[in-house]
């Protein structure tokens, strides 16, 4: 089965500081990651996904992340954050298996960032 | 183009009474999943429906139930309400199996 594992559960940054959230999957094949993102009120959205080709992709409001499948991760990053940046992260892993995609989600990491 | 749109937003139940909760997905897209998010466990996933069709299911009891309907919109229904049962329940749809979701705002459901 895979797994989803997301190492910070709450993270408090003040502005400008730099952010990387960790996560990392349990899934032997072939996954499609992603990085969903709840601001304060609001449904969850996607930041940025990888399917192939280039390990680091670039998403919304300028964040990153890098897939480095040797270690199973796929980290989170931004260089500056901005209290507009205080949300709840969720990593999300979609691994075939027996042909279909199932969905997993890390337990999500809260982010504060104080002005 | 519209959204997500889940129904209702905020309900309370009992103990015992069942709930059905309702699902609009973006037009065009097939695909519509179901999620239960509780603090502290994150997004844990219920069922897939396509074309009317449960493709996936998670590990839940047989008391989660869900169905689609020719236009896409889907239902979950929870039957013998648990305490344990209280959460946000998040729908959400895609164009396809392996691409990114579009989350609803969720219905919030109390169990009492």
């Known amino acids: 089965a895979q797994s989803v594992s997301q190492h910070n559960h709450h993270v408090i940054l003040s502005e400008a500081a730099s952010l990387e959230l960790g996560c990392n999957y349990s899934?032997?094949?072939?996954?499609?990651l992603f990085w969903y993102v709840q601001y304060p009120g609001q449904h969850l959205q996607l930041l940025l996904k990888?399917?192939?080709?280039?390990?680091l992709v670039k998403g919304i409001k300028g964040f990153e992340a890098e897939f480095i499948k040797s270690k199973f991760s796929f980290n989170l990053r931004k260089p500056s954050v901005q209290w507009s940046d205080t949300a709840e992260y969720f990593c999300?892993?979609?691994?075939?298996?027996?042909?279909?995609?199932?969905?997993?989600f890390g337990r999500g990491t809260s982010l504060i960032v104080h002005p | 183009k519209a959204g997500v749109t889940q129904t209702p937003r905020y309900l309370i139940k009992t103990r015992g009474q069942q709930v059905t909760l309702s699902c609009s997905p973006i037009s065009g897209h097939r695909s519509v999943s179901w999620y239960q998010q509780t603090p502290g466990q994150g997004l844990q996933f219920l069922f897939e429906y396509f074309s009317e069709t449960q493709r996936n299911k998670g590990n839940f009891p047989g008391r989660f139930s869900g169905r689609q309907f020719s236009n896409s919109r889907s239902e979950m229904n929870v039957s013998t309400l648990e305490l344990g049962d209280s959460a946000l329940y998040l729908c959400?749809?895609?164009?396809?199996?392996?691409?990114?979701?579009?989350f609803g705002e969720g219905s919030r459901l109390t169990v009492l």
């Open positions: 959400a749809s895609s164009l396809g199996q392996t691409g990114e979701l579009f």
């Open positions: 899934y032997g094949g072939t996954v499609n």
């Open positions: 990888y399917f192939s080709g280039d390990p």
């Open positions: 999300a892993v979609k691994g075939a298996l027996g042909g279909s995609y199932i969905p997993t």
